[in-house]
């Protein structure tokens, strides 16, 4: 999605891609190779203006060895901080950002120290962790012995404090490379089996809640250093409070609402960050929206029929090209704008449910 | 722009070309080939299961003889009367549409009395004539012979009595093969150069009016039973009479700014038509719009900067990675959204110009 925003920039896009991904990827100029290989890296980057990311797992800072003069957005640090959850609590503390109580426990006499001093924590691997795995939620010393035993590293695992939140929020922020940013309006965020399932704006939270996500989303960005888009999931708790609950330096699902309700998409604000152009405007231009991921179903090829979800007032449908379905597989996703949040969540639903694959 | 939004949907695109057309067009499937040879139209079809065209003068109604199969929208009976306004005017005539006096002159007699008897005339070639190339603007025997010297074939040419328009609009409709349609707002469009330069909307037409317009589009499109989307374009005169002026049988550039401002593209449309799928709200989605092309202005390799147009409020830049730049050749466009037309076409000619190729 961040190559169609930049095309339509006239921007040539090229892309490097370590396996076939299933999806029907439709650009030309796709290189599938070994992108841990340094000559590959080279030889891909020669002539590239800026390169990004789709994953801050992607090795790209590894092009820093061998292609010194390119534009890697975001940079090798922020890449580096976001893919060790204890160096990003430690990156926040050190900028007085609010986040869950947590250790960065080395050993297990530290994280069952921890758990009985938080009461119920969450204990996550440093790396590699999302979608609920790599984690466990732990209340007494078995719980972390077990957990311990699976989750830790040599450098040990994170203990968070279990953060008993109200809602959950997303905002995200599109920076430029000077510092230069634009905040969206945060996003109300639900999950379902670890997995979001729904965003929806306006987030209907207090305005000092609103404008207290999007301080410490700018606030984060800045920590970080980081240049493209980037989404800060929060926790918001019943007090008001809001902590955050961890970063994603790239377009993020929570903002792929942005492409049809906001004046400017978060993958056409990336490519503008990342470029270092002037950043679109990042309000709303319809009274609300709601997205629903669409995930799969069953196991087989894919043969998508639209013509039920296509029928819901206001829905656009976006689906990804993939040629196989598996369950619980994100496949795309339905956003409906609406003139309020309640109609535009029950449209998404029903377009969302309405899409057979 | 229709095949990226087809992609959006999910649906697999291949392009067939009958040159290098110059644009940086992103995706992969295109097929560079002689596209009047029946066994590549053959091979490129098969497998298709809906056919559409970028252009009524693509030769797609061929595919006809040798994949019967193929569901082709526009059809062919379609592209056949477009393609001639000879038989566009007879169509429309039939219908019982309103558009300007004419006579289909098969001598240079024929044409000399419609001239003399409208008074002011322009002659059109039946076939080819665009953008202000082949027509004369006639008043006199020696303009008309000058005229038939150049401009008549076979069959004559056309003569139509000239519209003392007070304004020109164009409007887009979507229809699918079983006759559902949707039609968009009318747009104001202007020409500079006999091209088009800026298109506004809300066009700020008496209700009659705007009713008056979207009633002829959508009976147009009935009368040349269209598929996919077509634009009407039309002369409003100072009695707020609507004259069908042509029809273009695709997405059309009058209706660009359906992109940024409406709930539904004409591209999406254009696909959804095409593919049988329900049709999308064709409402704005903003109270009002404005797009400026963007022209080449002088000759060479094309190194786009966008810095200036981006600052503009509400502007979205759409350039088609056109690698060579040629005065007056069109390189992309600019659509502003804005709270009123003035606002939004004030800053989309400022956007425009800020464009630098």
Redo the contacts between chains.
């Keep these: 999605m961040t190559?169609?925003a930049a095309?339509?920039?006239?921007v040539?896009?090229r892309v490097l891609a370590d396996r076939e991904t299933g999806t029907?990827?439709?650009?030309?100029?796709?290189t599938i190779a070994d992108w841990e290989d340094p000559v590959v890296l080279r030889d891909w980057a020669a002539g590239c203006d800026a390169v990004t990311v789709e994953s801050e797992w992607a090795p790209a800072d590894r092009l820093l060895a061998v292609a010194p003069d390119v534009r890697l957005r975001p940079g090798a640090a922020t890449l580096t901080t976001v893919r060790h959850k204890g160096r990003q609590r430690r990156a926040f503390a050190e900028a007085g950002l609010p986040q869950p109580e947590h250790v960065l426990a080395a050993t297990r006499d530290e994280a069952r120290a921890a758990v009985e001093r938080f009461g119920t924590a969450v204990l996550k691997q440093f790396e590699g962790s999302y979608d609920g795995y790599g984690n466990a939620t732990c209340r007494s010393e078995r719980d972390v012995d077990a957990a311990w035993d699976d989750l830790a590293a040599e450098d040990g695992l994170l203990v968070e404090s279990f953060v008993a939140f109200e809602a959950e929020a997303a905002v995200t922020v599109a920076r430029r490379a000077d510092g230069e940013a634009v905040v969206y309006p945060a996003v109300r965020s639900e999950h379902r089996d670890h997995r979001l399932h729904a965003a929806t704006v306006p987030a209907g939270f207090s305005d000092a809640t609103e404008q207290t996500a999007r301080r410490v989303a700018l606030d984060t960005l800045a920590a970080l250093d980081a240049t493209g888009v980037a989404t800060v999931e929060l926790f918001v708790t019943g007090t008001g409070e809001v902590l955050i609950n961890e970063v994603a330096p790239r377009p993020h699902n929570t903002a792929h609402l942005t492409i049809d309700a906001h004046?400017?998409s978060q993958f056409e604000n990336h490519a503008?960050a990342v470029l270092g152009?002037?950043l679109?405007?990042s309000g709303l231009?319809?009274p609300a929206a709601c997205m629903v991921n669409v995930l799969g179903q069953r196991e087989g090829a894919?043969s998508?029929d639209?013509?039920d979800a296509?029928?819901v007032?206001?829905a656009?449908?976006?689906?990804?090209?993939k040629a196989t379905v598996r369950p619980q597989r994100k496949m795309?996703h339905v956003t409906v704008?609406a003139a309020d949040v309640d109609t535009a969540r029950e449209r998404a639903e029903a377009a969302a449910a309405a899409v057979r694959l």
Excluded: K, M
């Design positions: 190559a169609l095309a339509r920039l006239g040539p896009v029907g990827l439709p650009f030309s100029g796709v004046h400017t503008r152009l002037p679109g405007d231009r319809v894919a998508p639209l013509d296509l029928r007032p206001g656009s449908v976006h689906l990804y090209g795309g704008t």
